[in-house]
């Protein structure tokens, strides 16, 4: 091999996802035990190689359909990073996908791939393989900005909700406690949701009103949250 050779030769590229959900009021990230070296048996945010012939996102969904037992999934890219030293293998760069999903729509399949994926709070992550810890550092700062802007907070919520359901996302991501009314009024200026005209009733509690979102699609506000 020349030298020209070897200053052109093209880095690996693999694929990593972050998937963010809400569970006992706190955010949380999947999460997969690594099959091989290096840093086998670690956590880490599920991940491959890219294939030939393969777009990154068609990528990012064969990974979590093999190694998180997770289907039909809406990601969106997130970010690269492409630190030289970043991966013990040699130069390899990462092209980065995040989603945002309820609990209760995610179903893990069993396959024979799959890596034991489990959810942990981001307040109570594990030592992360590569630059994984950094990249959740990163998807955090992002989802934060997100539902300042955007409608996201749908994506983390039942096509019904009440509206205490839709403070805890908002207090779940930004990591602090919100003032009950002021929230309520704030938001209900967006124009974001609706009544459903419903309630939904408890055995111990009045009943609450049950709202959704006017649109169930990625929408960028006109005034921030």
């Not at 037992?69 to 293998?89: K, M, S």
């Amino acid at each position: 091999m020349t030298k020209r050779n070897k200053i052109h030769q093209p880095p690996a590229v693999t694929v990593d996802i972050v998937i963010f959900t809400i569970e006992n009021k706190e955010l949380r990230v999947l999460l997969i035990k690594r099959a091989n070296e290096p840093f086998k048996g670690e956590a880490a945010l599920p991940g491959g190689f890219l294939a030939r012939g393969e777009t990154t996102q068609r990528a990012a969904l064969r990974i979590l359909k093999d190694k998180a037992g997770v289907g039909d999934v809406y990601v969106e890219q997130l970010y690269t990073f492409d630190n030289p030293g970043r991966d013990p293998r040699g130069q390899v760069l990462t092209v980065t996908y995040f989603a945002l999903i309820p609990r209760e729509q995610i179903k893990f399949e069993k396959g024979e791939k799959a890596q034991s994926p489990e959810f942990y709070s981001v307040k109570k992550l594990p030592n992360l393989a590569f630059d994984h810890g950094k990249i959740v550092e990163y998807a955090i700062g992002r989802l934060r900005a997100k539902i300042e802007y955007t409608n996201a907070a749908y994506s983390l919520l039942s096509e019904e909700f009440v509206f205490a359901e839709l403070q805890r996302v908002y207090e779940a991501v930004l990591g602090r406690k919100l003032d009950k009314r002021n929230f309520r009024k704030k938001f209900m200026s967006l124009g974001l949701i609706k009544s459903t005209g419903k309630k939904l009733r408890g055995a111990r509690q009045r009943p609450a009103e049950l709202y959704r979102f006017i649109s169930r699609k990625p929408i960028e506000l006109i005034k921030f949250f």
